[in-house]
């Protein structure tokens, strides 16, 4: 019956600063936002397909979360969400393997970046790529990846 996840709500300290990350940085498109609530929501992708909400509360009741955004490879790593400008935002960067780096996890195909908003909570872009899976490979980076299947 459960064919996917339509929303996920967090908390957040400051929710302008929450709008311009969530709408500058990873250019999420809001649809609703209610000042007497202090909530604000964000389609991701497109309209009606999923939904982020944020909700103001004080520091003491946020309890930090971890969601990832499904991503294409190349719209990653070629166009505005790509790691490059997440380090330019000063967002905390955490892999598995050497930092600078995006990881990718063969037995699963799964390819992702970690990084942090501004309220603590770990954001991933993941991307399923085509190939055979290789568990065996353990976690290696994404150039790694590429020369192993050339």
């Known amino acids: 019956m459960i064919k996917g996840l339509f929303e996920t709500h967090i908390y957040v300290e400051d929710l302008e600063r929450s709008i311009d990350f969530y709408s500058n940085v990873l250019g999420l498109t809001q ?18 397909e999923a939904m982020l909400g944020i909700w103001e509360k004080p520091k003491k ?18 166009n505005q969400f790509s790691f490059w ?6 967002l905390i960067i955490f892999l598995r393997v050497p930092i600078m780096i995006p990881w990718f996890l063969p037995g699963c ?25 290789r568990p065996e490979l353990g976690v290696v980076t994404y150039p790694d990846w590429l020369k192993l299947n050339l």
């Not at 649809?31 to 009606?48: M, N």
């Not at 009741?61 to 070629?78: G, M, Q, S, T």
């Open 31 to 48: 649809c609703l936002y209610e000042a007497d609530r202090r909530i604000a929501f964000f389609w991701i992708g497109k309209p009606q």
């Open 61 to 78: 009741e946020i309890d930090v979360r971890h969601f990832a955004f499904r991503c294409e490879v190349d719209d990653v790593l070629n």
């Open 85 to 90: 400008n997440l380090k330019t935002f000063s």
């Open 109 to 133: 195909l799964l390819w992702a970046i970690y990084f942090n908003d501004p309220d603590g909570h770990a954001l991933e872009f993941i991307a399923i790529l085509d190939g055979e899976a």
